[in-house]
């Protein structure tokens, strides 16, 4: 079973990944804010990575202003599987938009797609369960009307566990309640 490491700077992620060396412990690294600075040790050990989220300011106040975006890329092109986390709530729903943010700074689009989809499940270990739309897995499933990964695109359809469940919710009916203050007379 693989220890998830949370670890922030380069001296931390090297100190968790001589420490599970040591130990013959799996790790996957969560966080990794400056993982792109160790990211050939990170890939000689096949460690993943688990980001979080990409819309903040780089922790190193030496670091580019734009780093938080750039490091998925580098490490998705050091052969590094990288997934994307919110670690709390109020990152929860912009998860998508997270991945996306990368995608113009290196992150090919289809990597950026698979780290919320297929990579977290392998890194996990639940990839016989989760990640593809295959016979025998978990049925949780969105229907958009466009790119899952763009902010205008709207979830039409939400399956979970291969049963269509209702996306009305308290956010939807005020939007639905203040829009008709602005539409005209008829």
Do not use: W
Request: aromatic content about 8%; charged content about 25%; some cysteine.
């Amino acid at each position: 079973m693989p220890l998830l490491v949370a670890a922030e700077d380069k001296r931390e992620i090297r100190s968790a990944v001589e420490f599970c060396d040591k130990q013959k412990l799996k790790i996957i690294l969560a966080g990794g804010s400056e993982s792109y600075k160790v990211k050939d040790l990170l890939a000689a050990q096949h460690i993943p990575v688990i980001l979080g989220p990409t819309q903040i300011l780089p922790r190193d106040e030496d670091a580019s202003y734009d780093q938080s975006y750039v490091t998925a890329g580098q490490l998705a092109a050091a052969g590094i599987k990288i997934a994307f986390a919110s670690f709390n709530a109020s990152f929860a729903r912009r998860l998508p938009y997270q991945a996306a943010n990368c995608v113009p700074y290196g992150l090919p689009y289809q990597e950026a797609l698979k780290a919320v989809t297929l990579y977290p499940a392998q890194i996990l270990g639940l990839a016989d369960q989760l990640g593809t739309i295959e016979p025998g897995k978990m049925a949780d499933l969105i229907v958009t009307d466009g790119d899952p990964l763009a902010i205008p695109t709207q979830v039409r359809y939400l399956f979970i566990k291969g049963e269509l469940t209702s996306t009305d919710n308290k956010h939807l009916r005020l939007y639905e309640e203040y829009r008709k203050r602005y539409e005209e007379p008829k």
